[in-house]
T-cell receptor, first 114, second 110 residues
């Protein structure tokens, strides 16, 4: 079945540091890939997405590139801020964007210190 | 434009009881999915409703059931609650594209 594996956390960084959160996946078919962010006490917010190989999703300074050859979708940001502290989830969807189900990784807790 | 809303925000139930959670989708969205997020884990897909029918179901027992109404709102029902059902229950709505999540209902089973 489909699965997503994220790097083990938590991750603690100083403000303005470079961020990488690794994500690899296993899927039947050709999935769409997503990063969601969850702030304390809130639901999930879509951060970025990519729907085909070599696509780069980007939003709010975060980027991730769909790498089919390595089945990866690593999240990066060049300079993190304290406000980026949250839980980040990598996810995939098969069965079509319109009605597929999301399969999530276990989440990575990011804490950014001033 | 209101996003996805869920009620109640928090709920405490006793083992063996039944619970109903509610979700109103984002305006214009016709598909509702439910997810269970245990503490420290990623969300797990429960089921999805479209045109008042269950279209997909995850690996959850029959104790978990749902309903979608003509206005696209949805309910999640859980019977015979177990301690392991304690979790954040997330509703997500969509219209042929990415899903938008509500804030969730925190269910505690004692």
């Amino acid at each position: 079945g489909d699965s997503v594996t994220q790097m083990e956390g938590p991750v603690t960084l100083s403000e303005e540091a470079f961020l990488t959160i690794n994500c690899t996946y296993t899927a039947t078919g050709y999935p769409s890939l997503f990063w969601y962010v969850q702030y304390p006490g809130e639901g999930l917010q879509l951060l970025l997405k990519a729907t085909k190989a070599d696509d780069k999703g980007s939003n709010k300074g975060f980027e991730a590139t769909y790498r089919k050859e390595t089945t990866s979708f690593h999240l990066e940001k060049g300079s993190v801020q304290v406000s980026d502290s949250a839980v980040y989830f990598c996810a995939l969807k098969t069965g079509g964007t319109s009605y597929g189900k999301l399969t999530f990784g276990q989440g990575t807790i990011l804490t950014v210190h001033p | 434009d209101a996003g996805v809303t869920q009620s109640p925000t928090h709920l405490i139930k006793t083992r063996g009881q039944q619970v109903t959670l509610r979700c109103s989708p984002k305006s214009g969205h016709d598909t509702v999915s439910w997810y269970q997020q245990a503490l420290g884990q990623g969300p797990q897909f429960i089921f999805q409703y479209y045109e008042e029918e269950e279209r997909q179901r995850g690996n959850f027992p029959d104790r978990f059931s749902g309903h979608q109404f003509p206005n696209y709102s949805s309910e999640l029902n859980v019977n015979a609650l177990l301690l392991g059902d304690s979790a954040l229950y997330l509703c997500a709505s969509s219209l042929r594209r990415e899903e938008y999540f509500g804030p969730g209902t925190r269910l505690t089973v004692t």
